[in-house]
């Protein structure tokens, strides 16, 4: 199938409240900035969306005060015919992704939208669930929960065991039809509840989503523990690609 072109939003502007860096609480990068096999986190991220023929242009929603970092330390020749800019984000995470939506290319068909956190995504995940959106609207890659799941009370009694076999756990990225992702964001704050991911608004809508299975290298990082996990995974090897 030849894909449509795509926008890829790098949802990079989180404060990263859970992330201790190494050397101190405070005293290191944001998560996404902080180095992973020598280069930034966020330079894997954009590496893994530059090699998607199909991904026309890749914007990134950084904080506010890491905009000239960004420019200095990340534009270049990512590939040609693929624009890559930056844009300040917000105080939440669809914020972000709304401002990012703003400055994209109007034209291209399909939006996908990644963590920032996310290092180890590999192309050939990124071009699946860009085929399923174009079939049916919206794909969300993620991983069937393949543990023993428990619902625990406050006071740390297990409530029930949890039947696992229609559970998934999202992760990034997820891809919409333009149309379909836009309507979404211009009706967020009709959603209920804290909303934790751009599937979610979809949903809302009444819209199909369907899952398109990942890795589970394709971890967010949030511990330094996840951080060295990846460096560990790069450093055997991944992606373990014949």
């Not at 984000?89 to 920032?116: C, K, N, P």
């Not at 209920?192 to 990942?214: H, I, K, P, W, Y």
């Not at 951080?227 to 560990?232: D, G, S």
């Amino acid at each position: 199938m030849l894909l449509p072109r795509a926008s890829a939003i790098i949802a990079a502007a989180g404060s990263g409240r859970r992330f201790v860096h190494a050397s101190g609480a405070g005293g290191g990068p944001p998560k996404v900035l902080a180095d992973l096999a020598g280069r930034p986190v966020l330079a894997h991220v954009l590496e893994a969306f530059a090699r998607v023929a199909a991904v026309a242009e890749i914007v990134v929603a950084v904080p506010e005060g890491r905009l000239a970092w960004a420019h200095e330390a990340l534009a270049g020749p990512w590939r040609d015919g693929c624009r890559l800019m930056f844009v300040a984000g917000g105080t939440e995470r669809t914020d972000s992704v709304a401002r990012a939506l703003e400055a994209t290319d109007r034209s291209t068909e399909l939006v996908a939208i990644h963590d920032g956190a996310r290092p180890l995504i590999r192309p050939a995940v990124i071009e699946e669930a860009l085929r399923t959106a174009v079939e049916c609207g919206a794909a969300v890659v993620g991983r069937p929960v393949d543990h023993t799941v428990k619902a625990v009370a406050e006071d740390g009694r297990v409530i029930e065991t949890v039947p696992r076999r229609a559970l998934w756990l999202a992760q990034t990225p997820q891809v919409f039809r333009r149309e379909i992702l836009s309507q979404a964001y211009a009706r967020r704050k009709d959603v209920v509840g804290r909303v934790t991911d751009d599937s979610q608004l979809v949903e809302a809508l009444g819209q199909t989503v369907r899952m398109v299975r990942g890795d589970t290298a394709n971890l967010k990082i949030t511990t330094p523990e996840d951080l060295r996990a990846c460096e560990a995974l790069l450093a055997a090897g991944w992606p373990f690609e014949p």
